[in-house]
């Protein structure tokens, strides 16, 4: 399936989403489920979620609802993530274990191939079956591999320096644990992970 | 301040990210900034930030931009992050280890006061100070120090009953690392850290 150009960030943002929901709903054993079990589920309108999948041709026929294995390998396409991805993790701390050992990416059709530190100590120490690499061979075995997602689990000052040398080596998407904004080329897309900024989001609401 | 009732909740999802964003620039050494600049690093248009924070008030001046104390001030005050936040951990894992050890929380007030698990082996070991305590204890522990915010970091097959268990004991914000969508009561908030769903919103875009 051709991927559209025109749809919004924010709708593919949540065709990942839906993704979750529908295999959560397969592991429990159901076959078909409607915009509005879905809509229940995740707090979005019934209307919105049809009006999404709408950009990408007619998945659900009116009054029988989503097939819900069909529905699951045409997002797969559409996201392309019908086949698993090499990426590359930046930074073997604490942060950077956890990454690493963390089942469900391997699960979810993301698979780490080298992961990459600059401290002495670390290097050459065995990572979940991989050996630590020296930050400084991270162009050389990116390009190699060509490997076109990049974890950077690095220390705030560090993320910037180790973003730019990514995106030099071909990394098109990046994932951010580190709790600053990156500044990177058109064409490369950054997504953070900063669970304190999800933590004050919600203390908003707090009485 | 009083927090206005009527903001859009995406405006206030937008605010933590104001905020570390001019934590940044107050690291960096800067006094003043202005909505462009944020909306440079940010890829948020200026009108936008204008238009975001104009909802609680007046706080730069034409021309002459923020203080950046003043509105990093006025953003905590405001997602009343001005003082710190107790945070029971529920799953002492890989991830539930990360998640203690990380100095992020702390640093930008929240501070990890309880962390559970329910497998013997690791009951009673001590995490980053703390000793685990059996899943057991977690609501009259949670009850007793009156913590509002849970962050859950179990497999995706226990998480629902261990947010159950949190809500009862009157947890009020749940941050979710696992890639389950939760179903909570009227006032209680979900935040979902799932990072690869923001990896599939990143493959979509790669040719």
Redo the contacts between chains.
Sequence with gaps: MA?PVDIPDIV??R???Y???LS?LADEGHDITSSHELGQ??GISSAQIRKDLSHFGEFGKQGTGYQINHLLGQLKQ????DHE?A?ALVGAG??G???A??G??LE???RIVAVFDSSPEKIGRELNGMQILPADDLSTVISEQQV??G?VAVPARYAQEVTDELVKAGV??I?NYA???L?VPKGV?V????????????????D
């Design positions: 991927a593919i943002g065709l990942p989403i993704l979750r929901a959560q589920r995740l559409i996201l392309q993530v991805w990426v604490d942060l274990h956890a990454i050992r963390y469900g990416f979810r059709g993301f076109k997602i974890m098109r998407a994932l709790p600053i904004t500044v897309h997504q953070y992970i900063d669970p304190v900024a999800h933590l004050q989001r919600m203390t908003y609401y707090i």
